[in-house]
């Protein structure tokens, strides 16, 4: 089956799409979802119900709120030690002197990567792991249409301002009473990006007409992504983030109320790296400091202790309790206790029951033998000790076996928890293998088909024999598609959760088992002519035959090198080094192929000898040649035609070998142009000249006119 280039290209391309599409499919798995947020709101669920017949809970509803107002200061690239360690002592006094004597709960939240800005966000308000595929969409950031935290404040009622990355707004259209967003592409912008977010505090400070203020600061990060943390700069944000957060802090505690007293929230939404950058998974990115103050926690007292490790998603379930709002469905963080832990025993328990029930649904809805998850189970013995508790308490038993009780049952709730929120991470963050392989082999199957391909490629004819119809139809495919089927069977009846290869129907699968076999046996046919190709001209050198250049060699091994190189992240920093030296290599190579074609090749030499034998026997001799006069006229117009036809030649070959030479100063100009990269942005270039010269010459300019 002969098929020309441009169709075996096409058709290669369709089946890598196809392998690009199964292995994206299993490194990117669905996250945990619940219903859709319009569904969301139903009624809580009620106490478990007391063993005892006739005796039921008469608490059915949500427990009201526990806070007045709540203000979130969300710092972007907040690491912990910028709170926690020495540059906090230094720079952040006030903040300091609250986390170590104040009415305050610390904790250092532990951020998931991606570490960057919209993801987290999202965390934040959802209680849900965002993916990968969320970096994809974090420069255009859609409407959030989950069920979160701002969607249920606003549908009970709540009025929420807000200030700062814009972000937000785009995340939560229609959301705020009052909202000022500001960009955050503009990185050498440290102060005016602030500035535009405190100009609004003293103003509503004053004013009553809100429930939720949220401020999102991107200085610090600006500053990061520049400068690095252990920049001279960051002394003075850090400084200028507590004159905020005392400014806040003190406003709050003037106009507390007997009823509910306020809450100030501070927190980061990732760290940043020791260059500055984020995204990644060291400890600097995702480390941020969590900080909950308020009047209604007690002062701290004895020896300052290093602050509990949270999960940054436990900050949605907690505010929602906070502000007696129902926890967001997809949510898969934990309570955080200490925050909750002033209340009495009863609400503490109506706390981690509705956080456990929650946990619960979330895990029946994503996983079809929920039953035997051990979060679950344990769940279920702390519901059933908990019905025990509600009875003595309804039967007036105010005893010590009373406490006792209470306090086991709290610990089998934190256990549950914890074993819950566990299951529902690994679920978000496990790796679809079995269709990730798949797709594996097959691009790997089309791509060393391609590089069979490639000396056919670069000939004239540019067809290609597919060997496509033996292999169809021999045994090996037969056995291949029988084997494939059978770990096919294997693998999807003896994986705990289904992937999505497996949830295909079995003709599609059936379908993708052939269409891998068909491409192993057609590799191995190419393979096997190559071969025997090989002997044939190791028995006739004299027939010509398409073969590798060092132009074809460097080619390949540049393009299987640069692709090797992605698989590192400092790599993919600096991957427009990698560009620059396969671009110089290949114009040096092109010159030296070309001044060899030029200048060393001999012209009595043809490209290709062959030898034609033919049988002239029963021809008899040839014919004599005769003379042939040619006119001078005619001769000196022959000469002039010639020796222009030699001329353009010459010109040609000139250009030719020009080329390379003018590609490699084209490039060097380009990158000139701007400096780009962790390691060399500092370097001066020629964008750095065109902003130092209008100021040159405006300051010339002053001192010619003065």
Same mark, same amino acid.
């Given at each position: 089956?002969?098929?020309?280039?441009?169709?075996?290209?096409?058709?290669?391309?369709?089946?890598?799409?196809?392998?690009?599409?199964?292995?994206?499919?299993?490194?990117?798995?669905?996250?945990?979802?619940?219903?859709?947020?319009?569904?969301?709101?139903?009624?809580?669920?009620?106490?478990?119900?007391?063993?005892?017949?006739?005796?039921?809970?008469?608490?059915?509803?949500?427990?009201?709120?526990?806070?007045?107002?709540?203000?979130?200061?969300?710092?972007?690239?907040?690491?912990?030690?910028?709170?926690?360690?020495?540059?906090?002592?230094?720079?952040?006094?006030?903040?300091?002197?609250?986390?170590?004597?104040?009415?305050?709960?610390?904790?250092?939240?532990?951020?998931?990567?991606?570490?960057?800005?919209?993801?987290?966000?999202?965390?934040?308000?959802?209680?849900?792991?965002?993916?990968?595929?969320?970096?994809?969409?974090?420069?255009?950031?859609?409407?959030?249409?989950?069920?979160?935290?701002?969607?249920?404040?606003?549908?009970?009622?709540?009025?929420?301002?807000?200030?700062?990355?814009?972000?937000?707004?785009?995340?939560?259209?229609?959301?705020?009473?009052?909202?000022?967003?500001?960009?955050?592409?503009?990185?050498?912008?440290?102060?005016?990006?602030?500035?535009?977010?405190?100009?609004?505090?003293?103003?509503?400070?004053?004013?009553?007409?809100?429930?939720?203020?949220?401020?999102?600061?991107?200085?610090?990060?600006?500053?990061?992504?520049?400068?690095?943390?252990?920049?001279?700069?960051?002394?003075?944000?850090?400084?200028?983030?507590?004159?905020?957060?005392?400014?806040?802090?003190?406003?709050?505690?003037?106009?507390?109320?007997?009823?509910?007293?306020?809450?100030?929230?501070?927190?980061?939404?990732?760290?940043?790296?020791?260059?500055?950058?984020?995204?990644?998974?060291?400890?600097?990115?995702?480390?941020?400091?969590?900080?909950?103050?308020?009047?209604?926690?007690?002062?701290?007292?004895?020896?300052?202790?290093?602050?509990?490790?949270?999960?940054?998603?436990?900050?949605?379930?907690?505010?929602?309790?906070?502000?007696?709002?129902?926890?967001?469905?997809?949510?898969?963080?934990?309570?955080?206790?200490?925050?909750?832990?002033?209340?009495?025993?009863?609400?503490? #328990?109506?706390?981690?029951?509705?956080?456990?029930?929650?946990?619960?649904?979330?895990?029946?809805?994503?996983?079809?033998?929920?039953?035997?998850?051990?979060?679950?189970?344990?769940?279920?013995?702390?519901?059933?000790?908990?019905?025990?508790?509600?009875?003595?308490? #309804?039967?007036?038993?105010?005893?010590?076996?009373? #406490?006792?009780?209470?306090?086991?049952?709290?610990?089998?709730?934190?256990?549950?928890?914890?074993?819950?929120?566990?299951?529902?991470?690994?679920?978000?963050?496990?790796?679809?293998?079995?269709?990730?392989?798949?797709?594996?082999?097959?691009?790997?199957?089309?791509?060393? #088909?391609?590089?069979?391909?490639?000396?056919?490629?670069?000939?004239?004819?540019?067809?290609?024999?597919?060997?496509?119809?033996?292999?169809?139809?021999?045994?090996?495919?037969?056995?291949?598609?029988?084997?494939?089927?059978?770990?096919?069977?294997?693998?999807?009846?003896?994986?705990?959760?289904?992937?999505?290869?497996?949830?295909?129907?079995?003709?599609?699968?059936?379908?993708?088992?052939?269409?891998?076999?068909?491409?192993?046996?057609?590799?191995?046919?190419?393979?096997?002519?190559?071969?025997?190709?090989?002997?044939?001209?190791?028995?006739?050198?004299?027939?010509?035959?398409?073969?590798?250049?060092?132009?074809?060699?460097?080619?390949?091994?540049?393009?299987?090198?640069?692709?090797?190189?992605?698989?590192?992240?400092?790599?993919?920093?600096?991957?427009?080094?990698?560009?620059?030296?396969?671009?110089?290599?290949?114009?040096?190579?092109?010159?030296?192929?070309?001044?060899?074609?030029?200048?060393?090749?001999?012209?009595?030499?043809?490209?290709?000898?062959?030898?034609?034998?033919?049988?002239?026997?029963?021809?008899?001799?040839?014919?004599?040649?005769?003379?042939?006069?040619?006119?001078?006229?005619?001769?000196?117009?022959?000469?002039?035609?010639?020796?222009?036809?030699?001329?353009?030649?010459?010109?040609?070959?000139?250009?030719?070998?020009?080329?390379?030479?003018?590609?490699?100063?084209?490039?060097?100009?380009?990158?000139?142009?701007?400096?780009?990269?962790?390691?060399?942005?500092?370097?001066?270039?020629?964008?750095?000249?065109?902003?130092?010269?209008?100021?040159?010459?405006?300051?010339?300019?002053?001192?010619?006119?003065?």
């Amino acid at each position: 089956m002969r098929l020309r280039s441009g169709v075996f290209a096409s058709s290669c391309l369709l089946v890598e799409a196809l392998g690009v599409a199964l292995f994206l499919r299993g490194f990117f798995p669905v996250p945990v979802r619940s219903l859709p947020r319009r569904e969301a709101r139903g009624d809580p669920p009620a106490e478990p119900a007391p063993p005892s017949p006739g005796m039921v809970s008469n608490w059915t509803k949500i427990p009201p709120p526990l806070f007045r107002k709540v203000v979130i200061v969300l710092i972007d690239a907040l690491r912990d030690d910028f709170v926690f360690g020495s540059k906090g002592k230094q720079f952040m006094p006030y903040t300091t002197q609250v986390v170590e004597k104040g009415t305050s709960f610390s904790f250092i939240a532990e951020a998931k990567p991606p570490t960057v800005t919209m993801p987290r966000i999202k965390a934040l308000m959802t209680g849900s792991i965002p993916g990968f595929i969320d970096v994809i969409v974090n420069l255009n950031s859609p409407a959030l249409l989950d069920d979160n935290l701002i969607w249920q404040a606003k549908s009970a009622g709540k009025r929420i301002i807000f200030y700062g990355d814009d972000t937000w707004v785009k995340l939560f259209p229609k959301h705020f009473v009052e909202y000022d967003g500001t960009t955050s592409f503009f990185v050498s912008d440290f102060k005016e990006v602030d500035d535009n977010v405190t100009r609004h505090l003293d103003r509503v400070l004053k004013r009553e007409d809100w429930d939720i203020l949220i401020l999102h600061y991107l200085g610090l990060d600006h500053i990061g992504h520049v400068s690095g943390p252990n920049s001279p700069l960051v002394g003075p944000k850090l400084r200028e983030m507590d004159n905020i957060l005392k400014k806040i802090h003190i406003s709050l505690l003037s106009k507390e109320e007997a009823s509910l007293p306020n809450l100030l929230v501070v927190c980061g939404d990732h760290g940043m790296s020791e260059t500055g950058s984020h995204g990644g998974s060291s400890e600097g990115e995702v480390h941020t400091p969590l900080l909950f103050i308020s009047s209604a926690f007690e002062k701290r007292s004895g020896p300052l202790t290093q602050p509990e490790r949270v999960q940054q998603t436990d900050l949605a379930s907690t505010l929602a309790v906070g502000l007696g709002l129902p926890i967001s469905r997809n949510s898969v963080g934990n309570l955080i206790m200490p925050v909750l832990g002033g209340k009495t025993m009863r609400e503490q #328990l109506r706390f981690l029951h509705l956080n456990g029930f929650q946990l619960s649904r979330l895990l029946q809805e994503n996983t079809p033998a929920y039953e035997k998850d051990p979060g679950y189970e344990h769940f279920k013995i702390a519901e059933k000790s908990h019905g025990n508790w509600i009875k003595l308490y #309804l039967e007036g038993n105010n005893s010590e076996i009373l #406490l006792n009780l209470g306090k086991k049952v709290l610990k089998q709730y934190l256990e549950a928890l914890k074993t819950l929120s566990s299951s529902l991470s690994k679920q978000v963050a496990q790796y679809d293998m079995y269709s990730m392989t798949v797709g594996t082999v097959i691009i790997m199957e089309v791509l060393l #088909l391609l590089l069979l391909s490639v000396p056919k490629a670069l000939s004239s004819r540019a067809e290609f024999e597919v060997p496509l119809s033996p292999p169809l139809f021999s045994l090996l495919f037969y056995l291949m598609c029988l084997m494939l089927c059978a770990v096919h069977v294997i693998v999807c009846t003896s994986a705990e959760s289904l992937c999505y290869f497996c949830s295909m129907s079995w003709l599609t699968a059936v379908g993708v088992m052939m269409l891998i076999s068909a491409l192993m046996c057609g590799i191995l046919s190419a393979i096997a002519k190559i071969f025997e190709n090989s002997r044939v001209r190791l028995k006739n050198p004299v027939v010509s035959s398409s073969s590798w250049s060092e132009v074809d060699v460097l080619i390949l091994a540049g393009t299987i090198g640069h692709v090797l190189s992605l698989g590192a992240s400092s790599f993919i920093e600096e991957e427009h080094q990698t560009w620059y030296f396969l671009i110089n290599t290949l114009c040096l190579v092109l010159c030296q192929e070309l001044c060899r074609n030029n200048f060393l090749q001999k012209e009595c030499d043809p490209p290709h000898s062959t030898t034609v034998k033919q049988n002239f026997g029963d021809i008899g001799e040839a014919p004599e040649c005769t003379n042939i006069d040619i006119p001078a006229a005619g001769s000196s117009k022959l000469d002039k035609a010639t020796s222009s036809a030699e001329f353009i030649k010459g010109s040609d070959k000139w250009i030719s070998l020009a080329s390379p030479w003018i590609i490699l100063i084209c490039c060097r100009l380009l990158r000139s142009l701007n400096q780009t990269g962790v390691q060399w942005a500092h370097r001066p270039d020629f964008g750095h000249w065109l902003t130092r010269v209008p100021i040159h010459l405006l300051k010339t300019r002053e001192s010619q006119d003065g």
